[in-house]
């Protein structure tokens, strides 16, 4: 899942998909058919080896109502694998990122 966000592919298996939404880097996560992650990329130009280069711009997260082990698991390693120091979690049946109360509908950009 993460290594289609991070080339631009699309990736499907078994309850996630990643879908390419346009040609200069953008993403979204789905589990079970419900969006979890969009993310965007900027576009710089031809890099090394001419290929294109990019830097991540913006990623915005959300439970979708699902605050899910298997939710949180996606969202969590979307962090990991782009290097971010965050975290999605449940204490006491309360969804939290990082250390701030969120519900389970909400947005959160990292």
């Excluded at 589990?31 to 913006?58: D, V």
């Excluded at 699902?66 to 290097?83: K, M, Q």
Aim: overall charge positive; proline content about 1%; charged content about 20%.
């Amino acid at each position: 899942m993460v290594e289609a966000i991070q080339t631009g592919r699309s990736f499907s298996l078994a309850n996630t998909r990643v879908t390419a939404i346009d040609k200069t880097g953008g993403s979204a996560v789905y589990l079970h058919g419900n969006l979890i992650a969009t993310l965007k990329w900027k576009y710089h130009g031809l890099g090394i080896l001419l290929r294109p280069s990019y830097t991540l711009e913006l990623v915005q997260c959300t439970l979708a109502g699902w605050g899910t082990v298997t939710t949180r698991s996606r969202l969590n390693a979307i962090c990991r694998g782009l290097d971010m120091a965050c975290r999605f979690g449940q204490r006491k049946g309360q969804q939290y990122f990082d250390d701030q109360v969120i519900h389970e509908k909400q947005w959160v950009t990292l």
